[in-house]
Each structure stands twice: as structure tokens, then as C-alpha cells.
Antibody, heavy 119, light 107 residues
Framework: QVQLVESGGGVVQPGRSLRLSCAASGFTFSSYGMHWVRQAPGKGLEWVAVISYDGTNKYYADSVEGRFTISRDNFKNTVYLQMNSLRPEDMAVFYC????????????WGQGTLVTVSS | EVVLTQSPATLSLSPGERATLSCRASQSVSKYLAWYQQKPGQAPRLLIYDASNRATGIPARFIGSGSGTDFTLTISSLEPEDFAVYYCQHRSSWPITFGGGTKVEIK
């Protein structure tokens, strides 16, 4: 069955960096676009970024453009989110999500990893 | 970017009642609207995509409708496990956005 396991969350000071990872299994990873979606404590869902199945296309939310970078390693079945210049408002649970093939809707989600930005 | 507005913010209903949730887009998203259910401490669950297509394993009581700017998620008869927060999401253009959510609570 599909499994998505995020890691890399933790407490970080404003202005610092953090890299999240999402290890995937149970499907042909190299055939699917992958997304990051976040949820601030007690708030709604916010889409963050997407990377196409082959890594050639990437899109970002305006709120993270220029600070966050999404990447993938199809040999390791892993998608990453490099987060630089973190701000207090970036604090959230970050989910990786597998899309329905060819559609940017999220059929499978990880359990999430919490990023806390605080001095 | 497309702004999705969900209403009402909270819906207080009893099991067995019909729930009607609305999602309005600031511009046309064609049919490219999805619905998710989220329970406390859990990741969201895809219910409906492309306005009216049920995702795998989703019960028939969840019905999506609409196109353009106005969409509706109907739960025909609420089961106890349906009390949760529901989000809509479009995929018509970048960036993808979500609505603010509707909480369906037990009356």
C-alpha cells in the first residue's frame, strides 16, 4: 500500500534553514507528481509546492517563492523541501502528498512533520 | 490567484440529517474542484475530485456538484463519522489554493 513518511521537522530559529524529506513506497514513485501542503496550528490547509514526476517542472505558493525549493530523487523514492529564511509564520505541520496521476489532487498523504520557528 | 470561499464556517446538524456545504471561487475553475475531509490529528482525506467524481472507497452519500464558480458538497445522511472539517481545493491554475474550511459539528 502507499506510504509517505515525512521527516526533518523540528525547532528552528527565524532566518535559519531546514530540509524536509518524504520517503515514498508502495507505488511507482517516478510516475507521480508530488506536493507539499502545510497547516499552521489550528488553521486551514495551504498548498506549498509541487514537483512533476520527472523533476522538470516546479511551482510554488507566493508565500514561499524564492525561499523554499522542492526537489526529488527518483532512485531514492524521496521528495524534499529545502526551506530557507524561515519565518514565524512558516510554523506548521508539513504534509507531503501524492497526486492522483496527472491531476493535482491529493489522494495519499503522509502523517506530517511539525516545523516550529521560534527564537 | 483563485480565492475559494467556503460557507458556512460551521454547520450544526444531527446524525441522519442532510449537510450542504458551499465553495465559491473568485473566478471560474471549470470543473477542477476537489473536496477533502479532515478529522482532528489526521491528514486530510480526498472525497471528491473534478467537482463530482468520488475518490476510491468514498461512500455514495458524499455527492459533489457544480461548475465554474459555485460548487456544493452534499452529505445525504450524516453518519457519526462524518463530523469533521471539510475543505475545497482547486487545480485550475497555479497556485493551487484551498478554501478556509467548513466544520460540520454535532448539534
Amino acid at each position: 500500500q502507499v506510504q509517505l513518511v515525512e521527516s526533518g521537522g523540528g525547532v528552528v530559529q527565524p532566518g535559519r534553514s531546514l530540509r524536509l524529506s518524504c520517503a515514498a513506497s508502495g507505488f511507482t514513485f517516478s510516475s507521480y507528481g508530488m506536493h507539499w501542503v502545510r497547516q499552521a496550528p489550528g488553521k486551514g490547509l495551504e498548498w506549498v509546492a509541487v514537483i512533476s514526476y520527472d523533476g522538470t517542472n516546479k511551482y510554488y505558493a507566493d508565500s514561499v517563492e524564492g525561499r523554499f525549493t522542492i526537489s526529488r530523487d527518483n532512485f531514492k523514492n524521496t521528495v524534499y523541501l529545502q526551506m530557507n529564511s524561515l519565518r514565524p509564520e512558516d510554523m506548521a505541520v508539513f504534509y507531503c502528498a501524492k497526486e492522483v496521476r496527472g491531476l493535482s489532487v491529493f489522494e495519499h498523504w503522509g502523517q506530517g512533520t511539525l516545523v516550529t520557528v521560534s527564537s | 490567484e483563485v480565492v475559494l470561499t467556503q460557507s458556512p464556517a460551521t454547520l450544526s446538524l444531527s446524525p441522519g440529517e442532510r449537510a450542504t456545504l458551499s465553495c465559491r471561487a473568485s473566478q471560474s475553475v471549470s470543473k477542477y474542484l476537489a473536496w477533502y475531509q479532515q478529522k482532528p490529528g489526521q491528514a486530510p482525506r480526498l472525497l471528491i475530485y473534478d467537482a463530482s467524481n468520488r475518490a476510491t472507497g468514498i461512500p455514495a452519500r458524499f455527492i459533489g456538484s457544480g461548475s465554474g464558480t459555485d460548487f456544493t458538497l452534499t452529505i445525504s445522511s450524516l453518519e457519526p463519522e462524518d463530523f469533521a472539517v471539510y475543505y475545497c481545493q482547486h487545480r485550475s491554475s497555479w497556485p493551487i489554493t484551498f478554501g478556509g474550511g467548513t466544520k460540520v459539528e454535532i448539534k
